[in-house]
């Protein structure tokens, strides 16, 4: 990213909206707003692949040696090209569907609800509001879970290590789980997405610092051995019966799917990003770049995982390692981790506290306490605006997740779920129907079948995925006692 693009990203304020119709204040050449009046939009190639590598690059990735282990070494590595492929091929008509219309010109769509509701209308927009906020509920919970387990991670290691390996260090996730959410409040009080530019490169940055560190100790117990373990058709019956080597590998296709499904903020992404090129240009470079780089490191992750504990590789990559040597380079992973997550959960959450807060303007327009904003001054910054509303809601929503996130620590199952009913409708159904609306695609022609048919295949996908998450949710279910202690 050169020095200018830097600075003008860094440099720009909070954007006011003005709702003012296009014909009445022609400002397609204007220099400080873009043609619907906003404020010139300064997002790039780099800044948008940043927040798509993000996005994608999650805590998902410590589970794909799980994942791989479930399905082989044949199977593994292809359905996880096959998902990067039909999420490259998705994301790519998903951006046409940014302007309806016009592809330069054309009315913006702002969310991807935006872009529903122009191009299919009525009902559906319904059913994918419900999934997309459901869905980013979902995510916010298994993060914080995912951040508790971590903490714990590096509060066990060091525990651990003090007492030579005697202790088995029991503790609760709760004051953890509690943590978090304390700093996610003071996080989600920042007001806008793209004003937190610089949180995505922090997240990308330590991502790609806890995902190295996996790869690597990976490596290390491989160099170790001096063998690659794992076999063709993944782990073994007799380590696992018939039946739960079928709903494992679906939960294993689950995780895979779930661990590259970003389309559901797409096109807020799409819409931090300025013109001439075409955003949906520079949106297809970026996604092509991100999924690149996402597949090849999840392939590395995955694989050296694998190949280091072959059929007993760990649900969670970095607290799998065991609690041994180097501890300290465990403990930095799982620091990463946590940051990485802090930066995460904003970046998925910011579109439903939007989402909100719009609604409820729109609601109550007199209300002083949902529409009225107070500027704090802050030394050597712009004033901050607090707006009653947003401090209420946003911190309610927080205490919501963390205290569910309590109450169901083997969320990762239940996330599952919920990943599973939305990779199927956001990541295929929705962006594939508004290509075909958009386009005018005519029923039964070869590409309206072949499109279908994609969509269909992903369908079944999702369903085997949900019914093996499920079916770890049943086996949970049997051990389960709310808010428990030790783990």
Request: with cysteine; hydrophobic share 45%.
């Amino acid at each position: 990213m050169q020095m200018g693009e830097y600075a003008a990203t860094k440099n720009h304020h909070h954007h006011q909206v003005f709702d003012i119709s296009i014909d009445v204040l022609p400002q397609n050449g204007s220099k400080c707003y873009d043609d619907d009046g906003r404020l010139k939009r300064t997002g790039t190639f780099w800044t948008a692949s940043a927040h798509i590598i993000t996005a994608v690059i999650g805590s998902g990735v410590l589970s794909l040696a799980w994942a791989i282990a479930q399905l082989g070494w044949i199977a593994g590595p292809a359905v996880m090209f096959l998902f990067s492929f039909v999420i490259y091929y998705t994301s790519s008509l998903l951006a046409d569907c940014y302007r309806s219309g016009d592809p330069v010109y054309g009315k913006r769509n702002y969310t991807y609800m935006d872009a529903v509701r122009s191009n299919l209308g009525g009902f559906k927009v319904k059913v994918c509001g419900l999934i997309q906020y459901l869905n980013l509920f979902g995510v916010a919970i298994g993060y914080t879970i995912a951040a508790s387990i971590s903490m714990m991670a590096i509060k066990r290691s060091n525990c651990f290590h003090e007492s030579g390996g005697k202790n088995p260090c029991h503790m609760s996730s709760n004051i953890y789980m509690i943590m978090f959410g304390v700093t996610q409040i003071l996080f989600s009080q920042i007001p806008d997405f793209d004003q937190i530019w610089w949180l995505s490169i922090v997240a990308a940055v330590m991502s790609f610092t806890y995902s190295g560190i996996g790869l690597g100790l990976g490596i290390a117990t491989v160099a170790a051995t001096g063998s690659f373990k794992g076999s063709f058709t993944g782990i073994s019956i007799g380590t696992v019966t018939q039946t739960q080597k079928i709903w494992r590998s679906f939960q294993a296709l689950g995780n895979i799917a779930f661990a590259y499904s970003y389309s559901i903020i797409l096109i807020e992404i799409q819409d931090t990003l300025k013109s001439p090129p075409s955003e949906s240009k520079t949106m297809k470079k970026a996604t092509l770049l991100s999924i690149a780089v996402t597949t090849a490191f999840y392939m590395l992750c995955g694989c050296m995982g694998y190949a280091a504990f072959g059929d007993l590789a760990p649900g969670n990559l970095l607290t799998g390692f065991g609690f041994y040597n180097p501890f300290w380079l465990l403990d930095i992973a799982n620091a990463a981790i946590v940051i990485h997550l802090v930066g995460a959960y904003q970046v998925y959450c910011q579109p439903l506290f939007a989402f909100i807060e719009k609604w409820a303007s729109q609601k109550w327009p007199e209300s002083e306490f949902i529409t009225k904003e107070f500027k704090i001054p802050i030394p050597g910054c712009n004033p901050y605006k607090l707006n009653l509303f947003r401090l209420v809601w946003r911190t309610a929503f927080v205490i919501v997740t963390t205290i569910v996130s309590m109450l169901l620590p083997f969320f990762n199952d239940v996330v599952g779920i919920l990943g599973a009913f939305g990779f199927w409708p956001l990541t295929v159904y929705f962006p594939v129907e508004m290509y075909i609306s958009q386009k005018n695609i005519p029923k039964w022609s070869t590409r309206w079948i072949c499109l279908q048919m994609l969509s269909f295949a992903c369908l079944i996908i999702s369903i085997a995925a949900a019914a093996g998450s499920i079916a770890g949710v049943v086996l949970d279910l049997k051990v389960y006692r709310p808010f428990k202690t030790s783990y």
